[in-house]
């Protein structure tokens, strides 16, 4: 506990730094009063950002010799995929966490996975989904909640639930929100139920049915013009260890119902995930989920209702820790005001920068956020 305990002190001693330093630039002139211009620091500003960018331009070049013909770097994982599977909008799929709908099927199949709270403290997974091609069964498939589809839209994907709640409606209904509604227009094209679980823990969806239901409504295909990636994947031949981060063997988000943590596995140099009292467990596969990169990501909410309807707060932006290789660093996630499309902040993405504000490197491979409610920083177990 003691341990415990210093490690939230470091925390918070550097959200103390950071907040001196932002407050100390803010009020560093007075009003009317103009700092003295040095050119020559500007000049050795501008030949430095010069030279960074011919570095990028080079690395890109090299990075394009790895590729094979008709191949690009996946915009979910970073890693090699045919240009049709890359360019293609990703299916951002809702999934039921709760312990009755155990194991899923297909989740392991998602490069990015997103987890919030919802009502009565359970919790809803999001998969984002690149390549579903030889998928028969996703699932199980539950509602929306408002929050999900904002972090849909960073990724330009399609979104996929059964129903959602009343305070979902109206951004479900804007023009710049694809969906595919179980309980909508496509829901029988899209979604169907097995016998071997009771409803609502039954609904499933596959590739024959997404790709049904996108021509039945007429929804682009691939991604916009200029789409980027919401994360700075490394090299393919690079690793990022977070040297000098602190140690990250076990992390628990100290959800309530679920319970949920993550092992980090010296011989697969990933974290492998687990819930209520064991492995998570992909049904298709049989094996457990792991992940390359692991993020908590602290949002401000808010109870809606005495029903505990939640609302986050996916634009303001706040504190991160980047977990990879057994280590951690401390940073903070900001919408990327630079990537606004139409002038829409809600299709910016949220990128994720160190303390610093420089963008953040992360691993290849499959990642896995924790979006976790600000207010209980204090709570979550890190060792």
């Known amino acids: 506990m003691k341990y415990l305990n210093r490690r939230i002190k470091f925390i918070v001693s550097v959200i103390l730094v950071f ?3 932002v407050l100390t630039a803010c009020s560093g002139a007075k009003d009317g009063a103009q700092a ?3 050119n020559t620091e500007k000049s050795q500003e501008t030949s430095e950002a010069k030279t960074e960018e011919k570095k990028e331009e080079v690395s890109e070049e ?5 590729l094979a013909d008709g191949q690009m770097r996946s915009y979910l994982s970073g890693y090699p995929v045919d240009e049709k599977i890359g360019n293609r909008r990703p299916l951002a799929i809702m999934l039921n966490n709760l312990e009755a709908a155990q194991p899923m099927s297909g989740i392991s199949y998602a490069d990015v996975v997103y987890e919030f709270v919802v009502e009565g403290s359970i919790t809803r997974l999001m998969g984002l989904f690149e390549n579903y091609d030889d998928l028969d069964k996703i699932g199980s498939i539950r509602s929306c909640r408002e929050y ?5 839209l960073e990724f330009d994907a399609i979104y996929m639930h059964f129903g959602q709640a009343t305070y979902a409606v109206d951004l479900l209904g804007r023009d710049y929100v694809d969906n595919l509604n179980g309980l909508g227009e496509a829901g029988d094209t899209c979604f169907y139920r097995t016998t071997d679980r009771q409803a609502p823990h039954n609904v499933y969806t596959s590739k024959a049915g997404i790709d049904a239901g996108i021509k039945k409504l007429g929804y682009r295909e691939d991604h916009y013009e200029g789409f980027e990636s919401k994360f700075k994947f490394c090299g393919l031949d690079e690793e990022v260890t977070n040297e000098g981060g602190l140690d990250a063997k076990y992390m628990a988000p100290n959800y309530k119902i679920n319970k949920p943590w993550f092992e ?5 140099g990933k974290y492998d995930r687990f819930q209520y009292d064991g492995p998570q467990i992909d049904d298709l596969t049989g094996e457990q989920i792991s992940y390359d990169n692991v993020i908590f990501q602290y949002n401000k909410w808010a109870q809606l209702d005495e029903k505990d309807y939640l609302a986050f707060d996916c634009h ?3 504190l991160i820790q980047y977990f990879t290789k057994g280590k951690y660093v401390v940073g903070q996630w900001q919408r990327d005001l630079d990537a606004v499309k139409d002038g829409n902040v ?3 993405p949220v990128k994720y920068y160190d303390m610093d504000g420089n963008e953040i490197e992360v691993n290849n491979g499959k990642t896995f956020i924790c979006v976790i409610q600000d207010t209980d920083m204090e709570n979550v177990t890190i060792k």
């Open 346 to 348: 809600d299709l910016a």
């Open 19 to 21: 907040s001196m330093g």
């Open 264 to 268: 980090y596995n010296e011989k697969t």
């Open 36 to 38: 003295p211009v040095d």
């Open 316 to 318: 303001s932006g706040g």
């Open 62 to 66: 090299k990075e394009e010799e790895k």
């Open 148 to 152: 999900f589809v904002y972090t849909a």
